[in-house]
């Protein structure tokens, strides 16, 4: 299945793909995204395919099944436990060692701040703390740091600001004095 599963990427990133193939593709990752072992399959993919159109599939799968927060919750602990452990784990044995695309590193920032929108503080208290303490591994992770922190700003923090602005009934954008 996962080499099923490569080619079907790959064909649906391939703009001279066949337009019958890529039907076929397209149902094929759509029925993977189905599959109750989902989870489990982008994970192991993400790990293990050595092409960049493939992780970023699976990030972006996986991107879209934890932005639905509700849906999300619903998926067993471990099977959560399972993605928050292979993301972790791929950013300390992956990420920190070699470079990946801008792109990929930049969708993992967006997962990892979906799974903190779900997760924390309830299912995932030591959201931070498990970041900061990935710092260690050199310049890469600081800069997927970085861009994690700049993804949650964007994403969360800020339109959460902009909202507690607008129920205070300010008119400028709301700042925190220093």
Request: aromatic letters at 10%; hydrophobic letters at 45%; one cysteine or more.
């Amino acid at each position: 299945m996962a080499q099923e599963l490569d080619n079907a990427v790959l064909c649906l990133f391939d703009p001279a793909c066949n337009p019958d193939i890529r039907t076929q593709a397209e149902a094929f990752c759509k029925q993977i995204q189905a599959d109750a072992n989902f989870f489990g399959i982008a994970a192991e993919r993400l790990r293990a395919t050595s092409h960049a159109n493939v992780r970023f599939w699976c990030l972006q799968a996986l991107f879209q099944a934890v932005s639905s927060k509700d849906e999300y919750l619903s998926v067993p602990q471990d099977k959560r436990n399972e993605v928050k452990g292979t993301l972790l784990t791929w950013w300390h044995s992956v990420l920190a060692e070699r470079s990946e695309a801008s792109y990929i590193l930049n969708k993992y920032a967006q997962v990892i701040v979906a799974l903190c929108r779900a997760e924390y503080p309830h299912e995932w208290p030591g959201f931070f703390s498990d970041l900061l303490s990935l710092l260690a591994l050199g310049e890469r992770s600081v800069d997927l740091f970085l861009r994690i922190m700049a993804t949650l700003d964007e994403e969360l923090l800020s339109h959460e600001v902009r909202s507690l602005g607008l129920s205070l009934g300010l008119s400028e954008p709301f700042s925190l004095p220093c």
